[in-house]
């Protein structure tokens, strides 16, 4: 069964730097592109970013350009976020999953950024 199992994240002032990492399991991993996606509150998961299925090609949504950076690991299965310059609008629950064909969520990680 396919799963996804994000770090645990916490509380981070203002301009601080926090790195997330997901484990996925039960389905090919480097045959797929991966995402990390945000939720505020309310139902939405928003796009933060994607790498490509070998890790070549990365694109960013504009709020997080320039600040984090998206990587994976095909051996161990991951895909990590690193978040620079945080600021409070990056508040919210991290998930990660495929870009296509979603599979079910995985439990998410809370990253607060305030000080």
């Known amino acids: 069964q396919a799963q996804f199992v994000e770090s645990v994240g916490g509380l981070v002032q203002p301009g601080g730097s926090l790195r997330l990492s997901c484990a996925a399991s039960?389905?090919?991993?480097?045959?797929?592109?991966m995402g990390w996606y945000r939720q505020t509150p309310g139902p939405e998961r928003r796009f933060i970013a994607r790498?490509?299925?070998?890790?070549?090609?990365?694109y960013y949504a504009d709020s997080v350009d320039g600040r984090f950076t998206i990587s994976r690991d095909n051996d161990k299965n991951t895909v990590d976020l690193q978040m620079d310059n945080l600021n409070p609008g990056d508040t919210g629950i991290y998930y990660c999953?495929?870009?296509?064909?979603?599979?079910?969520w995985g439990q998410g990680t809370q990253v607060t950024v305030s000080s």
């Open positions: 999953n495929r870009v296509t064909t979603k599979l079910p």
């Open positions: 790498i490509g299925s070998t890790g070549t090609s990365r």
């Open positions: 039960g389905f090919i991993f480097g045959y797929y592109s």
